[in-house]
């Protein structure tokens, strides 16, 4: 079983920055694809960004320019450094693990989710 944790979320203006971590419970974090997603009230859960094992990224088109996805596998730890933030990017945003080396966009390549971390972005 695997275990991932977000924290960092809040409530921000619009233009302010904020980063989000996972935090992952095992050691074999290294191995897997990591991803980023999120879910507004009343909307399906969508792509954000990922990260493959290797470390190659890819982010969906609202994200491009603004977010970055980093991981330290030291930690086990995969961060989504949010910039220029604005009030569409309020949502519940979800860390996702893969076991494996590539990169997806589609949630059902992830097999182990985290709970959640809010963001608010006030106008």
């Known amino acids: 079983q695997v275990q991932l944790v977000e924290s960092g979320g809040g409530l921000v203006q619009a233009g302010d920055s904020l980063r989000v971590s996972c935090a992952a419970s095992r050691r074999t974090f290294s191995n897997w694809a990591m991803g980023w997603f999120r879910q507004a009230p009343g909307k399906d859960r969508e792509f954000v960004a990922a990260i493959s094992r290797g470390g190659s990224t890819y982010y969906a088109d609202s994200a491009k320019g603004r977010f970055t996805i980093s991981r330290d596998n030291a930690k086990n730890t995969v961060y989504l450094q949010m910039n220029s933030l604005k009030p569409e990017d309020t949502a519940v945003y979800y860390c996702?693990?893969?076991?494996?080396?590539?990169?997806?966009?589609?949630?059902?390549?992830?097999?182990?989710w985290g709970q959640g971390t809010q963001v608010t972005v006030s106008s």
């Open positions: 996702a693990a893969a076991p494996r080396a590539g990169i997806s966009t589609s949630k059902g390549s992830y097999d182990y």
